[in-house]
């Protein structure tokens, strides 16, 4: 009876916690949402009490305006950057963990093609726009490229050190049952290494949204990023503002689906922060 009542007493307590973190991070989400209405309406409020003209600093209400105009396009933008943002990232992705997974293989692709990688990433992305362009004209597909190659080496990089983190052990343990090197990966590689990738996904999701938006400062006819520039000539502060937000907002979407994944695939305590 004794054990029975110690049992139950342990899984009430694992309950009550379960629940306790689960309260705590709806507590925190709600935080983060209070935060930022407050600092919106706090803008308002200066806005208008300084009587600051909208080309300069416009009022979160003239900026949300602006999304019922339809000269502005602002779906069919918004659709475009989010392609080449989700495009790029998802694209690099694949390319990246695949290239990982071969570097762990071999060696000599290693020693030979790995330092060739380092020393183009370290070619500011902007300084290619115009020769991408000449090499692939304009369009979502060129700055899709452009999102590729920004996105890409992060997660190279943590994928080949998270591939290389696993136990000796159990990669001899599957080669003397003849497991293949697809088994291998798929089993005992790729569970181990995910903390690691995810780490480099984050670092990615940030950077996808700067590579989209250098794609199409440089090389594109539409999208958020080139509407910014088509109304700065007019000085449409609040559109740019707007398509600023839309931007932002596309970021944090991936970003959060990059959180949602993590969450369900890795455990809490397995997580690496960044």
């Not at 803008?43 to 080309?55: C, D, K, N, Q, S």
């Not at 959060?256 to 969450?263: A, G």
Request: charged letters at 10%.
């Amino acid at each position: 009876m004794a054990s029975g009542d110690t049992a139950a007493a342990a899984a009430s307590e694992t309950a009550a916690g379960t629940a306790a973190e689960s309260g705590g991070r709806y507590l925190r989400w709600l935080a983060i949402a209070a935060v930022h209405v407050a600092a919106v309406i706090l803008w308002e409020i200066l806005v208008r009490l300084t009587g600051l003209p909208a080309f300069i600093l416009p009022a979160p209400s003239v900026i949300f305006a602006t999304l019922a105009k339809a000269n502005y396009g602002w779906l069919d933008n918004t659709w475009v950057t989010g392609l080449e943002i989700f495009g790029g990232y998802v694209l690099a992705l694949v390319s990246g963990v695949l290239l990982a997974l071969m570097f762990t293989w071999s060696r000599l692709l290693t020693l030979a093609i790995f330092p060739l990688f380092v020393t183009l990433n370290m070619i500011p992305k902007v300084a290619l726009g115009p020769l991408i362009i000449v090499w692939f004209s304009y369009g979502i597909s060129t700055n899709i490229l452009i999102t590729l190659s920004l996105c890409f080496f992060p997660i190279l990089l943590t994928t080949v050190r998270g591939l290389k983190e696993v136990e000796p052990d159990l990669l001899d343990l599957v080669r003397s049952l003849k497991g293949s090197r697809w088994q291998t990966f798929i089993y005992i590689q790729l569970p181990g290494a995910l903390p690691y990738v995810f780490s480099g996904m984050k670092v990615a999701a940030i950077l996808a949204v700067a590579g989209a938006v250098v794609g199409e400062f440089i090389a594109s006819d539409r999208g958020l990023a080139y509407l910014m520039i088509q109304v700065q000539a007019a000085l449409d502060t609040p559109a740019m503002f707007m398509a600023v937000i839309l931007i932002t907002l596309l970021g944090i979407l991936l970003y959060l689906l990059v959180l949602v994944l993590e969450h369900l695939l890795i455990r809490k305590d397995a997580r690496i922060a960044s």
